[in-house]
């Protein structure tokens, strides 16, 4: 009787030497998505995108330097995007320093992974206590805060379960006005004001600003303070709202598609922008 003989073999990660390749490879996948996989190249797609390649070849260089800054710290990859808040164009989406580093996963799109946001996610917090809760069940909202509100910035302790936080410079500042609170990023107050609206009027602010979770995410007062992951993408999409006057305008990356004969290629209708939030605040 024979016996098989089996071979391990070991293959290298495919390396791609194109430009921009997570965005590349972002664009690609929604195009497939849509049109059907491999359509683009029987049709001899050519495809005009948002990108902008000074902004990306800045956002390669800044996260090329950074990671230099930070060597020593156990910090080895990171991701960058920028985007047009007026629009929702992607003019620079760096997912990775190095796409063919597989010592850092560099294929992976960092843009897309689940992250904690840490600070960053206050203004969302602080949004959505600004915007009011409804506390009589009627659809409206009762009670809310105004940049002026007074936040006790003291030594706290939750209860069920305990929960203690405190502030980056291990300080406490008193009575401070919401809109101080927010300047200097203190985590005692974005944890009050979470409590304030609760996990589903936080959920319903974030989903309208165009963040997602994970399935299994879970909610709680360190979710005022961005111990709950978010991904980049959706970051940008909430933060894009809030330079835009209350105005969300959803993300895209495709301007124009024609086919190898050149005629155009019907894109999909863009969702219109949104105005989440008035200019003045209840009085």
């Not at 390396?15 to 929604?30: G, L």
């Not at 497939?32 to 495809?47: H, P, T």
């Not at 689940?114 to 949004?127: D, F």
């Not at 979770?213 to 709950?228: K, Q, R, Y």
Request: aromatic share 10%; glycine share 8%; no cysteine.
């Amino acid at each position: 009787m024979q016996k098989a003989t089996i071979k391990a073999a070991e293959y290298e990660p495919r390396e791609v030497q194109f430009k921009y390749p997570h965005f590349v490879q972002f664009v690609t996948e929604q195009v497939e998505s849509i049109y059907g996989s491999g359509e683009m190249y029987r049709r001899g797609f050519v495809i005009r995108t948002t990108l902008n390649s000074a902004v990306q070849e800045a956002a390669e260089t800044a996260i090329d330097q950074t990671m230099a800054a930070l060597i020593n710290t156990g910090v080895n990859t990171g991701s960058v995007m920028v985007t047009d808040p007026r629009t929702g164009a992607i003019r620079a989406m760096v997912g990775s320093p190095n796409f063919n580093d597989a010592n850092i996963d560099g294929q992976v799109n960092g843009a897309l992974t689940w992250q904690q946001p840490g600070s960053s996610i206050k203004p969302v917090v602080y949004a959505a206590a600004l915007e009011g809760i409804d506390t009589t069940g009627d659809g409206r909202a009762d009670n809310w805060y105004t940049p002026a509100t007074v936040l006790w910035d003291v030594p706290t302790t939750f209860q069920n379960p305990s929960y203690t936080p405190t502030n980056f410079d291990n300080r406490f500042h008193g009575p401070i006005a919401l809109r101080y609170a927010l300047q200097n990023s203190f985590n005692i107050p974005a944890v009050k004001t979470y409590q304030f609206i609760g996990e589903n009027k936080f959920k319903d602010m974030a989903g309208r600003l165009g963040l997602s979770f994970p399935e299994n995410a879970s909610f709680g007062l360190p979710t005022g303070i961005g111990a709950t992951e978010v991904t980049l993408y959706g970051m940008m999409s909430a933060y894009g709202t809030l330079a835009n006057s209350g105005v969300r305008v959803p993300l895209y990356t495709i301007e124009s598609i024609t086919d190898s004969t050149g005629a155009a290629v019907q894109l999909p209708e863009k969702a219109q922008p949104l105005k989440l939030f008035n200019h003045r605040l209840p009085t």
